[in-house]
């Protein structure tokens, strides 16, 4: 018999009356939309050509608030096992030592909602954490399929757009990656190519891993088609992030032909990045993009000019005396030692999410700015600051103090703990998240969350350690086998 609360109907109590498989198709469609909404947002400036950065915050909160009604209705089913409460626990802890970095920060405005084209305020962890909820409450297979697909798509039209802006230049804010080197350099809807580097890798390695283990012929194309592409635009991020997520990619497709137990022909599937990329890189060194010959890596010039600075002004114009711009290793050095010293005056409490540039501010600049200006206006007066350091583990220690690192540090462990469990056991969808978890992990060394990774990495790592169980059998195939057990019965003869 159904259950009621209060005497209602059997309709308004869906909620107690859910079962697994409609909470799993429910959790899938709500990470879908937390997965999409914040990247689909970001078309509007694209196409305006204006910083209506506050409709990708309102995107990503459509999917947030659908996941936090999800995770709700976990913690109600008790979905939510003995075995996930130690991670779950532990992010719910990094999320309370977010309130008490709100309190001590600069600005509690930003501390919230965060910085106007970031948008990674402690509103944005709590969607996090829901996410993360809802995808380890997920108890069917076939949602975590819908989830890898999802995936896909969402790496199609993220290249789709980058293709767009690679050999147009339009719908980009990254045309021109300073002020005499045009790269045409392919963001996608992730509002940076470093940001869409990471998603692709993610994307990538989804492809390759389920291409190599299936068995449909028109699944395994699909897959290949979308390798192929994302392969082609992750090269035009120029970054050490791209070239680093397509070499995880390979490896983690090599990886899988041997672990599953693939037709060693399964290894070719390689080529998909491989090829493009090598196109891609071709396609630069025969003079065909922008104003540039030759192939080279342009993180600098893309995270601190054209990004933080440039596109936001979430950060001052690099300080050519101090750092070279065009050196990769010297620029992320730069960011690592700097935020080292930031941490050491802000262990315990960090500077306030999304506050790193703030207690870095020397001067009001001689631009008329003051102390009523926006935050905007006396952040690029100040010369070699910086908002962003490509390292989430310093980050999240710069940001919201030493405690949440620690917390952040036990979440991911125990994720990837459980997750190896679950692969001895588990199907070859969740084998795949902890593959796509663990370098989600990698990624954070040499990048950090944004509105566009951390829906996708907090849901996969939520399904890595996911406790999934078998469909139920419907009612009519439940009653069928009860009458064939039935008459099955030898009958009793009589006396």
């Not at 909470?23 to 879908?32: M, P, Q, R, T, V």
């Not at 509007?44 to 915050?57: G, R």
């Not at 035009?236 to 070239?243: A, D, P, R």
């Not at 690029?380 to 949440?404: C, H, M, Q, W």
Request: glycine share 8%.
């Amino acid at each position: 018999m159904a259950k009621q609360l209060f005497n209602t109907s059997d309709k308004s109590n869906f909620i107690l009356n859910m079962t697994e498989e409609q909470y799993s198709k429910f959790a899938s469609i709500g990470l879908l939309a937390a997965m999409f909404t914040s990247s689909l947002a970001t078309i509007v400036p694209l196409v305006m050509h204006d910083s209506y950065y506050e409709i990708t915050s309102a995107g990503l909160a459509i999917g947030g608030v659908i996941c936090m009604i999800l995770a709700l209705i976990a913690f109600i089913k008790k979905y939510v096992s003995g075995k996930l409460i130690f991670p779950v626990c532990a992010f719910a802890a990094m999320l309370l030592w977010g309130v008490v970095s709100l309190v001590d920060s600069y600005d509690k405005g930003i501390s919230f909602y965060g910085y106007n084209g970031r948008g990674e305020g402690l509103l944005a962890i709590i969607f996090y954490f829901c996410f993360f909820v809802t995808a380890a409450s997920i108890r069917r297979e076939k949602a975590l399929k819908t989830i890898v697909y999802g995936l896909a798509v969402l790496g199609l039209v993220n290249s789709g757009f980058g293709l767009v802006q690679i050999f147009s230049g339009k719908l980009s804010n990254f045309r021109m990656i300073s002020i005499e080197i045009q790269a045409n350099a392919a963001s996608g809807i992730s509002q940076s190519p470093l940001f869409l580097a990471m998603v692709l890798t993610l994307v990538i390695t989804a492809s390759l891993i389920t291409a190599v283990s299936s068995k449909k012929t028109a699944e395994r194309i699909f897959f290949i088609i979308t390798a192929c592409i994302c392969s082609f635009t992750i090269m035009f991020t120029y970054s050490f992030i791209g070239i680093c997520g397509a070499v995880f990619a390979v490896a983690a497709a090599i990886i899988a032909v041997f672990a599953f137990k693939a037709k060693k022909l399964a290894l070719t599937s390689v080529l998909a990045v491989i090829v493009p990329a090598a196109a891609a890189f071709a396609i630069v060194q025969a003079g065909l993009i922008g104003n540039i010959d030759s192939y080279r890596l342009y993180d600098g010039r893309i995270l601190w000019f054209a990004d933080s600075y440039y596109r936001i002004s979430a950060s001052g114009e690099p300080d050519l005396k101090n750092v070279d711009i065009d050196d990769t290793y010297d620029v992320y050095y730069t960011l690592n030692r700097k935020t080292m010293n930031i941490i050491g005056a802000h262990a315990l409490t960090g500077t306030g999410p999304e506050q790193l540039v703030i207690p870095q501010l020397y001067t009001f600049g001689s631009s008329g700015a003051n102390e009523d200006s926006p935050i905007s206006d006396i952040v690029i007066a100040n010369k070699g600051t910086f908002d962003k350091v490509y390292n989430e583990y310093l980050y999240t220690a710069a940001t919201r103090g030493i405690p949440s690192l620690i917390a952040l540090i036990a979440v991911l462990g125990a994720v990837l703990l459980i997750g190896w469990k679950r692969t001895k056991t588990g199907s070859l969808t969740q084998k795949c998240m902890f593959i796509l978890t663990a370098g989600g992990v990698l990624i954070f060394l040499i990048g950090c969350s944004n509105t566009s990774f951390a829906p996708v990495f907090w849901t996969v790592a939520g399904c890595c350690i996911a406790q999934l169980s078998a469909p139920a059998p419907k009612a009519e195939e439940a009653s069928d086998k009860k009458d064939e057990s039935k008459t099955s019965q030898p009958k009793k003869k009589n006396k």
